[in-house]
């Protein structure tokens, strides 16, 4: 199969994710950080999700949504940053956890009208015994290397 191939099934999975999403959100606040003359400011969204796969875990990602017109009617398209923070909010299996998958993704959110998405993908690391997960932004061409880590260790 061609990488063009590999990319549009990829792109059709994301798709399926948006419509079926890992977990879902809750938005804990966010802060304008550059003033749109038309439609709503550009602001750093903070929201809070718990992991579907390990009861007990809980994660905080801040993204940056992009204002403006095209933002006020979804068109706008998201900057490839965020940060995540995930800790144990509760008691972990550790069964549960050594039957985990790797590479799962937890959570997924758009950053465009279509063709790009931020993401939250789990992995364990039975040898120090702790629950990695990344976040990053993909497109259908070209992602992002951004990317940034929070571990939750499991006792």
Known sequence: MTHFFHRFLYTLMALFCFLVNPAMAEEVGSVNYRFKWVGPSDQIVVEAFDDPGVPGVACYISRAE????????????????????????????????????????????RASAIFKSTQVVRFFDAKRSVLVYLTYTDRIIDGSPENSISVVPVR
């Open 66 to 109: 992009t204002g403006g017109l095209k933002g006020w009617v979804g068109l706008a398209e998201n900057p490839s940053k965020a940060s995540i923070a995930c800790r144990q909010i509760g008691d972990i299996d550790l069964d549960t956890v050594k039957a985990l998958k790797g590479g799962q993704e937890v959570f997924s959110a």
